[in-house]
């Protein structure tokens, strides 16, 4: 399955589920066709999400490839906050009481935004960064803050304004913890609808977890291990839990590291670790500047690449940080399937406009027709998972739909090489597939097995069909 065209074909065929649907919408109802299908072409929506200091800002800056957003190591962030490709920067900042103020943006956004934060909705920075083309990033407010004005902010952009019918939340979830998700985390998630589906884990702090740099195992490859074991306490809520961290990322990724700190780096290569622990907690202001760029593992280790220069500095710590993983992921479950995304988030807002409506019935015959077209199965594809994932999410066919919904091509459905596999080979595997369905489908003892084996033998019968 060519994943461009396939991407086309749902976005197409989505658009026009709604415009059949209009004529039975209410008079003014909202959303009305034309929000549904700007939201259905718009760009796909990325939420930062995770405690006070857990590292979002820093991490969105990272992501944007400029200090954009405030950073503090107390509590910072205070109006949640779109980030989104635009010319020329601004900051449009949206009042409570719906008015809207606009400024030119700098480099960085500033800490105060001309009202108080208590005033603000929420803010949009337009911001000509080519790294918005694909999505816009949503930054919050930390959860577990005292600050009753940050909270309701961060629940206002997650959740949508009360009256709201879902169509402005985010597709998806960037969720940073620097731990184990504590309660009120996992239930704001699962508030929020987080699945495996919508929802990556980042456990971020790498670079300081663990007892640190100067504990006895490195604190990356802790992190790494420890993120392999969230993965399988959180197999419903997370698509992939992948370590970061966004200050090493930060500072690489916005070319803030001088030939002049790689110099002081590599000056601090003649002590050795129990010295450096010691001037670290000196109160050295060099120092502590250089730990504010690269924290103390970039000290401890950044020391011998820094010999080779600021450029050698930036690609060692680019490397560590771990982005490019969180990058590939972005790219892999949001990105690429954004279309289908934003589709599914487009269907469940039809299905709540057939609900209110007097014409539930057309609505309805409209929608089910969806689920047997062929352009729209791996909408249905997605369904399926949901339900698994409710059942439970530990069963193997809920990794078996989550990869096959994930394949770009037709031989990766079908878990053959892609490069090896030709046409006689797919159908083959295409007509093995198939078969082992119906076979696991008579047996299945619960419904969602049931639609699950269902699903797989349409998408292995779509699959005999060449591209
Ligand atoms: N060592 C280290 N420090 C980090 C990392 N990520 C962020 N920090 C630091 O942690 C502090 C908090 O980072 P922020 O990005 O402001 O955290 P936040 O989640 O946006 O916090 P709020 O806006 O208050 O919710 C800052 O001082 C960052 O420099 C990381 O991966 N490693
Ligand atoms: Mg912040």
Request: net charge negative.
């Amino acid at each position: 399955m060519a994943d461009s065209a396939d991407s086309r074909d749902i976005a197409a065929h989505v658009a026009a589920v709604v415009d059949a649907v209009e004529p039975y919408m209410p008079p003014g109802n909202e959303p009305g066709a034309e929000a549904l299908r700007d939201r259905l072409h718009g760009r796909l929506r990325i939420a930062l999400m995770g405690r006070v200091n857990a590292g979002k800002s820093t991490l969105l800056n990272a992501l944007v490839g400029q200090r954009i957003a405030p950073t503090n190591e107390t509590e910072c962030t205070q109006v949640a906050t779109w980030y989104r490709y635009g010319a020329p920067a601004r900051v449009d900042v949206i009042g409570r009481d719906g008015s809207q103020t606009s400024t030119a943006l700098s480099r960085r956004l500033p800490d105060d935004l001309g009202r108080p934060p208590a005033d603000i909705d929420y803010a949009v920075a337009h911001v000509p960064s080519a790294l918005l083309r694909d999505y816009e990033i949503i930054d919050t407010p930390g959860l577990g803050s005292m600050n009753s004005t940050s909270t309701a902010a961060t629940r206002r952009i997650l959740l949508g304004a009360s009256a709201d019918d879902g169509l402005e939340r985010p597709d998806v979830i960037l969720f940073l913890c620097d731990n184990i998700p504590r309660a009120d985390e996992t239930d704001f998630l699962s508030e929020l609808g987080a699945s495996r589906i919508n929802t990556v884990a980042l456990l971020s702090h790498a670079d300081t977890f663990g007892e640190g740099v100067f504990g006895s195992e490195d604190p990356l490859l802790m992190a790494a291990a420890h993120a392999a074991r969230l993965k399988s306490q959180l197999p419903g809520v997370a698509g992939a839990v992948v370590p970061v961290s966004g200050l090493l990322a930060e500072t690489a990724l916005t070319g803030h590291l001088t030939e002049t700190d790689a110099l002081a780096l590599a000056n601090l290569a003649c002590h050795d670790e129990f010295e450096l622990a010691d001037l670290l907690g000196s109160g050295d202001a060099e120092l502590d500047r250089l730990a504010g760029l690269v924290g103390e593992y970039g000290i401890v280790h950044g020391r011998a690449v820094a010999k080779q220069g600021a450029a050698a500095v930036t690609h060692w710590l680019a490397d560590k940080s771990g982005l490019s993983a969180v990058r590939d992921q972005i790219l892999r479950r949001f990105v690429r399937r954004s279309d289908l995304l934003k589709a599914r988030r487009i269907l469940m807002a039809l299905r709540k406009v057939g609900d209110a409506s007097a014409n539930r019935s057309q609505i309805f015959d409209i929608l089910e027709r969806t689920h047997l077209d062929p352009a729209l199965h791996p909408l249905r594809e997605l369904s399926a998972l949901d339900l698994m994932l409710q059942w439970d999410p530990t069963h193997p066919l809920v990794e078996r739909l989550d990869e096959l919904t994930l394949s770009a091509t037709r031989a990766e459905r079908l878990g053959l090489e892609s490069d090896a596999a030709d046409e006689a080979a797919i159908t083959a595997a295409a007509k093995e597939a198939w078969v082992g369905c119906r076979r696991e489908r008579a047996i299945a003892i619960s419904a969602a097995e049931r639609e699950a084996w269902t699903v797989l033998e349409r998408s292995y019968q779509l699959a005999l069909q060449p591209e």
